[in-house]
């Protein structure tokens, strides 16, 4: 399909409905399900997962259902790799959004600038994120800094540069009146998610990152942090 294609698929108001119908029930669910099945897991991992599925929808609930489960049969890095990817993507995902309305959607910027304006919050907001439980936990700021910059810079430079380059690719060129605007940011995001999934296994495997705690282990689970 071409460019144009696309756009007039995705460029419905209709269509970003039904979407939108879907990830409010699937918000609905996994937040019940935290709540009623799997509340042993840390507060701030159960935010990423409403995080996660908010951005992702029936996509982010079914990663959920794969991996942050305490009801998932067994363990794997693939698993992992997710956990991991979607504690970065809960803190990004709020850049992106913020940096996307901001410079594209208020201020029509350029490519450019709203691909800097974008990568950088979502830079900022996903690191927090990462070294924000690493601190609560008892860790001073320049150890958790030094902890998670290395592992969390790829997994976000990765994450960020497919979802803005997408972004921009599909709305670059839209408001926030139109249904594409909201469209294109919908689907960067998710694809953002996938791209990163790789990079987190490998940054799992070779011990730069620790693959979140598995839910399973309801005591561990309730204690798990970054790393």
């Not at 929808?57 to 990663?63: F, T």
């Not at 693939?78 to 995902?93: D, L, N, T």
């Not at 909201?182 to 799992?204: R, T």
Request: net charge neutral; hydrophobic share 50%; with cysteine.
């Amino acid at each position: 399909m071409s460019l144009d294609q696309i756009q007039t698929v995705i460029d419905t108001w209709t269509g970003l409905g039904i979407w939108l119908a879907l990830v409010a029930a699937c918000v609905a669910w996994v937040i019940y399900d935290l709540r009623t099945s799997n509340n042993h897991i840390a507060s701030m991992m159960q935010w990423v997962w409403v995080l996660t599925v908010l951005y992702s929808g029936p996509i982010g609930l079914l990663i959920y259902r794969f991996s942050g489960r305490k009801q998932i049969p067994t363990d794997s890095i693939a698993r992992k790799g997710f956990r991991s990817v979607a504690h970065c993507y809960s803190g990004c995902g709020i850049g992106e959004i913020l940096g996307v309305i901001i410079s594209v959607g208020l201020f029509a910027l350029g490519n450019f600038w709203a691909a800097i304006i974008t990568f950088s919050l979502a830079y900022i907001f996903g690191f927090a994120l990462n070294i924000g439980p690493m601190m609560q936990n008892g860790m001073a700021f320049k150890e958790a800094f030094k902890g998670a910059f290395v592992a969390e810079s790829i997994s976000i430079v990765v994450m960020e540069f497919v979802a803005i380059t997408t972004d921009l690719y599909l709305g670059g060129k839209s408001t926030m009146n139109d249904a594409l605007f909201w469209s294109s940011l919908y689907i960067s995001l998710s694809l953002g998610l996938f791209a990163a999934w790789p990079a987190n296994l490998l940054l799992i495997k070779y011990g730069l990152k620790g693959g979140m705690g598995d839910p399973r282990d309801e005591d561990a689970a309730a204690h798990a942090h970054c790393h």
